[in-house]
Structures are given as C-alpha cells and as structure tokens.
C-alpha cells in the first residue's frame, strides 16, 4: 500500500521567502508528526496531530515555523521569512494511533530543504 | 546530559561478525524504546521496539536497561546488507504529550 508522502521533495529557495512542506500521511492514520533531520543527526521532534488537532508544538523552533491539518488528513508546515539555518530535511511520520508505546511511526522520504 | 546518547561509530565489521550497539537516555520515567533503522539518503524504518523483558527477532536481540538507563542492540552474524545508521528512539513524556527523542545514530558497515 501507499506510503507518506511528502511534497515537494527538494525546495531550494532565498532567505526571507515563505515555504510551504505537504505531508500526505497513510490513509487512516491518526497521528502525524513532523521532524527536522540535520546531517549526522536524528530526527527532532517538531509538532504532532492527533487527527486535526495540534497536540504538541513544543519543538517548533520559533514563531515563523507553523503547521497545520485542517480536515486530519493532509499536513502542511510553513516555514515564513525563511533563514538559512532553516536548512535541513523535514520528515512527516504517521501512526495508526496515538499510542506511542503501542503503535509504529512510519516516516515519509522527506523534504530536502536548502535556504540560499 | 542530552536525553539519548548513541555512540556515533562508525563501526566496521566483517561479515559475520557479531556487533553491539549502546544508547543511554537521560529520563527515568521513559516507557517506550525503540530501535530504527536508516539507509543512506532514506526515512528512518523501525527495527525492533525494545521490551523490558529483552527481544529478539532472528539475528537481532534488543535490550533494556532501566537501571543503567540504556538500551542495547546486537546484531549476529552480520550481513552485507546490514551496513546502515542504527538510531535509538526513546519516549519522553513532556508538555502533556509523549514523544520520541532520537540518538544522532549509530553507522554500521559491514565488510566483505
């Protein structure tokens, strides 16, 4: 079956641009996560749904790093005035539940991000 | 203390080899652990999760520490394909919910 998705999966852009990273998550699954990947590191946590509603965002960096699932499907992360540290690979994950104890994450290719 | 501590390696075995891996966490109260698994240029896959009671899936056996704080992953009879970054994953209940907190990894190649 399909996997998560995640779009696009390069974006090159100037500091001060807005961007926009979609996730599209395994159909039925309730939770979804977003990671920020650095080379040579693990994924860090960012924020995390639990349908539509934003359960955590304590790892978000700042005030210009938001996202959002509207209708508990299809998430976006939208990075505003974009700032060359923001450079990383963003990953979506999903679970089938919210159970962190019981239920596997499944993560997405990811999104390579590159702030010029 | 960072909340998990891998040993970055890299380590480099020959095949057949048997190798451990060991990651320490910082939080006593964490309940879940988890072992995953990333290729180069790939998304993390999920390996093994970690039992209290120590598990073991074919030539991999995983282990929990919650004295020591640590978990343990070794892999027996190596194989070629099993050259790949081993990340530890432990929860951490913080901010009303529970979330995973990810080593930097561990790298493995495994050598003809």
């Known amino acids: 079956g399909a996997g998560v998705s995640q779009s696009p999966r390069y974006k090159v852009t100037k500091r001060g641009q807005d961007v926009a990273l979609r996730c599209d998550p395994i159909s039925g699954h309730v939770s979804l996560y977003w990671y920020r990947q650095a080379l040579g590191q693990g994924p860090e946590f960012l924020t995390y749904?639990?349908?539509?509603?934003?359960?955590?965002k304590s790892g978000l960096p700042n005030d210009r790093f938001s996202a959002e699932r509207p209708e508990g499907s299809i998430s976006t992360l939208t990075i505003q005035r974009t700032e060359q540290r923001d450079s990383a690979m963003y990953r979506c994950?999903?679970?089938?539940?919210?159970?962190?104890?019981?239920?596997?994450?499944?993560f997405g290719p990811g999104t390579r991000l590159t702030v010029l | 203390r960072k909340e998990v501590e891998q040993d970055p390696g890299p380590f480099n075995v020959p095949e057949g080899a048997t190798v451990a891996f060991n990651c320490t966490y910082s939080n006593s109260a964490s309940q879940s652990f988890f072992w995953y698994r990333q290729d180069c240029r790939k998304e993390p896959k999920l390996l093994m999760s970690?039992?209290?009671s120590g598990n073991e899936d074919g030539r991999f056996t995983a282990q929990l520490n919650r004295a020591s704080q640590y978990i343990s992953l070794l892999i027996r009879d190596s194989k070629l394909s099993d050259s790949a970054t081993y990340l530890c994953a432990v929860s951490v209940y913080q901010g009303g919910s529970e979330k995973l907190v990810f080593g930097k990894g561990t790298k493995l190649t495994v050598n003809p």
């Open positions: 749904f639990n349908y539509e509603a934003q359960q955590d």
């Open positions: 994950a999903s679970s089938f539940t919210s159970g962190l104890s019981t239920d596997t994450q499944y």
């Open positions: 970690v039992y209290s």
